[in-house]
């Protein structure tokens, strides 16, 4: 294991989804209702955030399949409305922050790999502009820019999501390692074990230890939260 794929929200940041993405849809319907109702913007939105999960890792990157649907659909020009949301990412996203809280052991973790030469790349589902991504790497207690991770998966770069195997095909590519070079960790079984799974990665499972995996065929070297995998990692390394 030389690449560790490590998911961002509820795997290095505690950020619970069902109270999170309201507080997100509010303040960003707040911030653009000059341009649309919050229920238009909200439905125009989830159509752009479709499409991206359509992507097959070879065409248009994230970003531009949504804007491709997006602003279209929303009837504003991309040259309009864009400036406005990356405004609304610098200047209100960040007031976000208390909905989440660092998770215990990521930053022990993630400075014991560093020391030890282990490759890291912060995978999370590139649905998100990069200032977003980054902002959430901030709260998770990590610098996004000093060079700790290899690769911040986000919105401009990638052109596959999490729905696809063609996401975890493409990070093997930009960090040009083999599947069984990375081990991934995450806690959604469908995106961070079983997508991973599609194209060789295996991966540790967050979750607790008496959680029943839905499947049981090999995906996982083990499941737990991330003290628990940090003391299996270091056991898995000094013994090779």
């Keep these: 294991m030389r690449v560790l794929l490590l998911d961002?929200?509820?795997t290095l940041l505690e950020n619970s989804m069902s109270r999170f993405i309201p507080a997100y849809f509010e303040a960003l319907c707040g911030a653009l209702?000059?341009?649309?109702?919050?229920e238009r913007?909200?439905?125009e939105l989830l159509a752009g955030t479709r499409a991206m999960d359509a992507g097959d890792g070879v065409g248009a990157t994230n970003a531009e399949a949504f804007a491709?649907?997006?602003?279209?659909r929303l009837g504003v020009p991309?040259?309009?409305?864009?400036?406005?949301?990356?405004?609304?990412?610098e200047e209100r996203f960040p007031s976000l922050r208390d909905l989440t809280r660092p998770v215990d052991g990521a930053r022990d973790l993630v400075a014991w790999c560093r020391d030890r030469g282990v490759r890291m790349v912060v995978a999370t589902n590139p649905l998100f502009p990069r200032p977003a991504i980054e902002e959430r790497v901030r709260w998770a207690g990590f610098d996004p820019t000093d060079g700790t991770f290899d690769l911040i998966t986000?919105?401009?770069?990638?052109h596959a999501t999490k729905a696809s195997p063609a996401y975890y095909r493409e990070i093997l590519d930009r960090v040009g390692a083999s599947p069984d070079a990375c081990l991934m960790v995450g806690d959604d079984w469908g995106w961070d074990v079983v997508q991973a799974g599609r194209v060789g990665?295996?991966?540790w499972w967050v979750a607790s230890p008496r959680a029943v995996p839905p499947d049981t065929g090999?995906?996982?070297?083990?499941?737990?939260?991330?003290r628990a995998f940090h003391g299996w990692l270091a056991k898995h390394l000094e013994q090779r």
């Design 201 to 203: 990665i295996r991966s």
């Design 78 to 89: 991309r040259a309009e409305l864009e400036p406005q949301i990356l405004r609304f990412y």
């Design 33 to 38: 209702s000059p341009w649309a109702p919050p």
């Design 41 to 43: 913007l909200i439905a």
């Design 154 to 158: 986000c919105a401009e770069d990638m």
């Design 68 to 72: 491709a649907v997006f602003y279209p």
């Design 218 to 226: 090999g995906l996982t070297v083990g499941q737990g939260d991330l």
């Design 8 to 10: 961002l929200d509820d």
